[in-house]
């Protein structure tokens, strides 16, 4: 069920992960609280591993594609 995302589509977090990698030079684990389901960002980019950059207003995380949808 792996979708693929353009650089600058919008999506929507579907459920939440038990923690978030932020996408900064030097990544961090922060606790999913950060964010919440529902919440709308832009695709940055691609990583290996059907990873995706995304960004959202608290920040820009590394999410794999199960936890994403496409917003029409």
Do not use: C, H
């Amino acid at each position: 069920m792996s979708q693929e995302f353009a650089v600058g589509d919008r999506v929507r977090l579907i459920r939440l992960p038990s923690y978030v990698k932020t996408a900064d030079p030097m990544p961090m684990l922060r606790p999913s609280t950060v964010l919440s389901v529902g919440e709308e960002g832009v695709v940055l980019g691609r990583k290996p591993g059907n990873y995706w950059s995304v960004r959202f207003t608290n920040g820009a995380f590394l999410l794999d594609g199960e936890y994403l949808e496409g917003i029409r």
